[in-house]
Antibody
Framework: EEQLVESGGGLIQPGGSLRLSCAASGFTVSSNYMNWVRQAPGKGLEWVAV???????DYADSVKGRFSISRDNSKNTVYLQMNSLRVEDTAVYYC????????????WGQGTLVTVSS | DIQMTQSPSSLSASVGDRVTITCRAS??????LNWYQQKPGKAPKLLIYTASSLESGVPSRFGGSGSGTDFTLTISSLQAEDIATYYCQQSHSSPPWTFGQGTKVEF
């Protein structure tokens, strides 16, 4: 059975760093585009970052230069390193698979909450 | 960036009603439009991809249409379990891949 389990969220002060993890089972992350999508409390969905099959990456302008997506193929896990966190980064962060490689988000994890507050 | 605009932002309907949600892109995205359903406290779920293709396991009362800049999600006969917020998302060319602001369907 396919599964995505996010972890690493929590309360962090502005300017701090946090690393989110997304452990996959039932499929191989390196064979799919893997994304992070976030949702601020009571708000809509915002795409954050993608790591492609070849390992290259793309980011939303709002996080470019502060966030970094990576993967560990041996652990079948995707990461989101978040630095210089801002209050406006507060959100539930979802790990999302795109098995089509056409930017269609076909499987979502349950999400992990990141709260940036002093 | 391509902007996605959904209407209405919310709607009230009854069981058995036909429900229509529209999504408009700021430029042509051909058929690169996907629909998601999100129930309270849950992750979004893919319903429709490439404008009109039904994701496996999704009930046939859900349907999608459109191309270019104008798209529609239709629920042919609303069921109680369809109460949720629905989002469109464009998957055209390069990132960022943007979502509509959501349409909340209530009774």
């Amino acid at each position: 059975e396919e599964q995505l389990v996010e972890s690493g969220g929590g309360l962090i002060q502005p300017g701090g760093s946090l690393r989110l993890s997304c452990a996959a089972s039932g499929f191989t992350v390196s064979s799919n585009y893997m994304n992070w999508v976030r949702q601020a409390p009571g708000k809509g969905l915002e795409w954050v970052a993608v790591i492609y099959v070849r390992g290259s990456t793309d980011y939303a302008d709002s996080v470019k230069g502060r966030f970094s997506i990576s993967r560990d193929n041996s652990k079948n896990t995707v990461y989101l390193q978040m630095n210089s966190l801002r209050v406006e980064d507060t959100a539930v962060y979802y790990c999302v698979r795109d098995s089509s490689n056409w930017n269609i988000f076909d499987y979502w994890g349950q999400g992990t909450l990141v709260t940036v507050s002093s | 960036d391509i902007q996605m605009t959904q209407s209405p932002s919310s709607l009230s309907a009854s069981v058995g009603d036909r429900v229509t949600i529209t999504c408009r892109a700021s430029q042509s995205i051909t058929n690169n439009l996907n629909w998601y359903q999100q129930k309270p406290g849950k992750a979004p779920k893919l319903l429709i991809y490439t404008a009109s293709s039904l994701e496996s396991g999704v009930p046939s009362r859900f349907g999608g249409s459109g191309s270019g800049t104008d798209f529609t999600l239709t629920i042919s006969s609303l069921q109680a379990e369809d109460i949720a917020t629905y989002y469109c998302q464009q998957s055209h060319s390069s990132p960022p891949w943007t979502f509509g602001q959501g349409t909340k369907v209530e009774f």
